[in-house]
């Protein structure tokens, strides 16, 4: 017999979710809309490919390397494959920046949107079957519909945003999303082959006692990361560190937590990209209540200079993240 106190009742599909978001603030004609269907559906064929990524040879590195000098796993290639096929199919898009193409995707020119995807998230832990994700945002463009994109279109601030999300391919499949109206996660159901609502107007905790960070490159922080790292210690804070972006922010989001990627001897600005991982996350957090900084600088403020930008991030509970720049000096 069903126990009633774990059966919960299915309720709003992602589909009907969108509907009426759409019709309530009108924030779109119905190409957002379509947008954030054509990923959704993107990362069922995504989830699905990693669910037997062991099985059917899809695992480890292809052998090349992407723009920023990395090695290309196989699941990074094939998975942006299937995010481009279902945006250039959809047609809202006009143009696509991907961690994985050195240039800018041009699609079509009659669509009023640029995306910025990082199709997979957490690169290193693909061959271990520890959780990964996808990291997008989506932009209007500024030019013209019906003409060629420019840079202008391509380099936006974050705080420009339509929208942003993420899926998470954890113990299960999550759609984390804003379009500025709050964020709203649904739960991927792979039998019935639907996501369905089941965090909604999720909100970060102001404080938090989880802090994420690479700590064995503790030597080469600088002195304010130091003493932030010596202030967690002191504080008995846990610390934890998957080493997938998606899924350290996932959990310090819905626990309270702080996730930090500041220079290193090995990456001097950071390690992590402006425009396809940052601003996502940056702009999820802001409508969650918390905050996403350089230490120095809001993130969403931030002006790209280049399309493959590396910035340092700490990102998560509201005073955690004003703890690190009190450190900065801020
Ligand atoms: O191994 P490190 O240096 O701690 O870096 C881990 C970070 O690098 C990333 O894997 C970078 O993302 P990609 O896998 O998309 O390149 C983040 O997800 C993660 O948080
Ligand atoms: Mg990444
Ligand atoms: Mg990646």
Redesign the pocket.
């Known amino acids: 017999m069903e126990d009633s106190r774990i059966a919960l009742p299915i309720g709003t599909t992602l589909d009907r979710y969108i509907k009426k978001k759409q019709d309530e603030f009108q924030y779109a004609t119905g190409e957002l809309s379509q947008l954030l269907r054509d990923i959704a559906l993107a990362g069922k064929v995504v989830n699905r490919e990693i669910n037997k990524a062991g099985l059917i040879n899809i695992v480890g590195p292809i052998g090349a390397q992407n723009v920023q000098g990395?090695d290309q796993q196989k699941l990074d290639v094939l998975a942006n494959i299937r995010f481009i096929r279902a945006l250039t199919k959809g047609g809202e898009a006009c143009a696509i920046i991907s961690?994985e193409d050195e240039e800018i995707t041009d699609l079509n020119n009659d669509g009023k949107y640029v995306i910025a995807i990082?199709p997979?998230?957490?690169?290193?832990n693909i061959d271990v079957n520890v959780s990964i994700g996808t990291i997008f945002s989506i932009y209007r463009r500024v030019t013209p519909v019906g003409t060629p994109i420019t840079k202008e279109d391509v380099m936006q601030k974050g705080n420009e945003q339509a929208a942003a999300g993420y899926l998470l391919y954890g113990s299960s499949t999550m759609l984390v999303y804003t379009t500025g109206h709050g964020v709203n996660g649904f739960t991927y159901e792979p039998s019935l082959g639907e996501y369905f609502l089941s965090h909604p107007n999720m909100s970060i905790p102001e404080n938090g006692k989880i802090y994420s960070i690479?700590e064995g490159s503790y030597s080469s922080f600088s002195t304010p990361v130091k003493s932030y790292v010596n202030f967690c210690k002191e504080n008995s804070y846990s610390g934890r560190y998957i080493?997938?972006?998606v899924a350290?922010f996932h959990r310090n989001l819905l626990k309270g937590g702080i996730y930090m990627?500041p220079p290193t001897a090995a990456s001097p600005n950071g390690?992590?990209r402006l425009l396809y991982?940052c601003n996502a996350l940056a702009f999820i957090v802001e409508q969650a209540g918390g905050s996403a900084s350089t230490g120095e600088q809001r993130i969403l403020d931030l002006q790209p200079e280049e399309l493959h930008q590396r910035t340092p991030l700490f990102i998560g509970s509201k005073n955690m993240v004003s703890k690190v720049e009190e450190f900065y000096g801020v």
Request: net charge negative.
């Open positions: 990395e961690e990082d997979l998230d957490g690169s290193s690479n080493g997938s972006l350290d990627y390690k992590l991982e």
